[in-house]
Structures are given as C-alpha cells and as structure tokens.
C-alpha cells in the first residue's frame, strides 16, 4: 500500500477546512483512513469531524458503496422497512404516511454462506430536522444500508461513519485561534529504477567520456531522483573517474624548470 502524498496546499486545505481542529496525529490518521478507503477528501467523500473530542472519520454513503464495488465481491442488497405496531411486517417500499420504525438492509458477499444485516431503528438516528423531516424512509434506509456494509466489509470500512448516521450528534466545531497545524510534506523518495540503473552505468563505465554522457543523462533525469540519490550518483561518478585517470607522474624534464642546474 503506498502512501498517500499531498502538496503543502492541499495539507493546509484539509487542516482548515476538511479536519478542523485536528491535531497532527489525528491528521496522520485521517491520512491512514483515505489511504486504506481509497476515498479523495478534496470530493467530501470522507473528512473528519471532532465530537465531544473525539475523532469521528466520516463517508457519505456513495463513498461506501464504491468502497465496496471496487472489491468485486459486492453480490447484492436489499432494504426493507418495518412500522409500528399498525404496520408490524417488513415491507420492501415504504408508503406510510408516517416515519418508519426501523429499516433493515441485506448485503450479500461473493464466497460467504451467509448475509450481512444491518438495522437501523427511527428513534435511534432521527436528526429532527432537514432531510430526516421531509425523507426519513430513505435516509434511515442509509443508515441501515451503511451498518451492513461495515459488517460485509470490515477491514476496508471499520471506523468509517456515514454523515447520516452521525446527524443526530452533530455539534458546533469551534474554529481555532490558533492556525491550523500543516503536516510536513512527505520527502520525495525518487525513483528506484533509475537510480539503480545510474549506479550500475557508472561501475560499467571505462572512459571519462562515457562519465560524462551518463552525468548528462543524470542532468536530464533530475526530476525522477530524489536530491540524495542525486548527490549519490554524483559522488561515484567522481570517484570512478578518479579510478580512470591516475595521478600524473612528476616531471622529470629539467627543461621544464628554468632553475634547474645545468
């Protein structure tokens, strides 16, 4: 799994305005939570909210759903609703003039000889206000559907909420006074291939001309090294050369000395 990598800009993006209030390790752990998800926080996929002091990592439900396409063991669902005591059996639509009491979503894997039921009951994740006034049906329908799918697919969305299933606790985040913590920029790690590759074409090299042919290619390459492996190079490319031309012998023409005896 590699690590994920963001400019200094889109560090300072999520601080402020993504994860606000964050400390550095709960960045550190946001980033480990859109790295196993594989879900972008710059589309609201997921972000991470404090509650109570507490780190919540949030999806929205489309989130989780791809989360779980992408494994290709996704086999189905199904949801249901259920009433109160007037309408006590399990209906796959909801018609009723009233909330219902509880929904309930199926999610089938390929491989596994049994389902994964999440259930989801109206007074437990009611808000009270926006979308769960005027669509509760669908939007507890989320929540259960969103209970299933941590259970089908626990390793890719343990400890990863739905917005929805959080409503309800939603509370004021208050903005610091002081900035927002930047994580600082992952060092570019460089290429391996063509540093090896670098390496390997200054041991095979027999003349100083060939040294310089592969310096120039190292120039060209700059951007696919890191500096290190730049400087590395650049100090056996040195010492290979001094392998190539020995030291001169001292000069033994006495011509050459104006002031040397006759």
């Known amino acids: 799994m590699s690590a994920i990598t963001w400019t200094p ?8 305005n993504i994860a606000p209030g964050c400390t550095q390790d709960e960045l550190k752990l946001f980033a480990y939570a ?24 949030q999806a929205g439900i489309d989130g989780l ?17 259920i009433g109160d005591a007037e309408n006590s059996q399990w209906s796959d639509v909801w018609l009723g003039t009233k909330p219902p009491a509880a929904a ?21 994740y009611n808000a009270g206000q926006g979308l769960w006034s ?27 909420y739905t917005v929805d299933e959080m409503e309800q606790e939603t509370v004021t985040v208050t903005a610091m006074a002081t900035p927002a913590p930047v994580l ?12 090896a590759a670098g390496k390997a074409a200054i041991a095979k090299s027999t003349t100083v001309q060939q040294l310089e042919d592969i310096a120039a290619r190292m120039e060209l390459r700059k951007n696919d090294l890191s500096q290190q492996q730049f400087d590395t190079l650049l100090e056996l490319s040195l010492l290979r050369e001094a392998e190539l031309v020995p030291p001169a012998a001292p000069s033994t023409d006495n011509d050459a000395d104006p002031f040397a005896d006759d």
């Open 184 to 195: 600082a920029p992952a060092a570019f790690a460089g290429d391996a291939k063509v540093f």
């Open 34 to 57: 859109c790295q196993r998800t594989g879900l972008d926080p710059f589309s609201r996929q997921i972000y991470a909210i404090k509650r109570g002091g507490k780190l919540t990592i």
């Open 9 to 16: 800009e889109q560090q300072q993006l999520i601080s402020s």
């Open 104 to 124: 309930k979503t199926i999610i089938y894997r390929k491989g596994c000889s049994h389902s994964f039921v999440g259930v989801a009951r109206f007074q437990d």
């Open 134 to 160: 005027k669509m509760p049906s669908a939007m507890l329908a989320k929540c259960s559907e969103a209970l299933a799918l941590r259970k089908a697919f626990p390793a890719d969305m343990s400890g990863v």
């Open 65 to 81: 759903r791809s989360i779980a396409e992408r494994s290709n063991e996704l086999d189905g669902s199904a949801t249901f609703w």
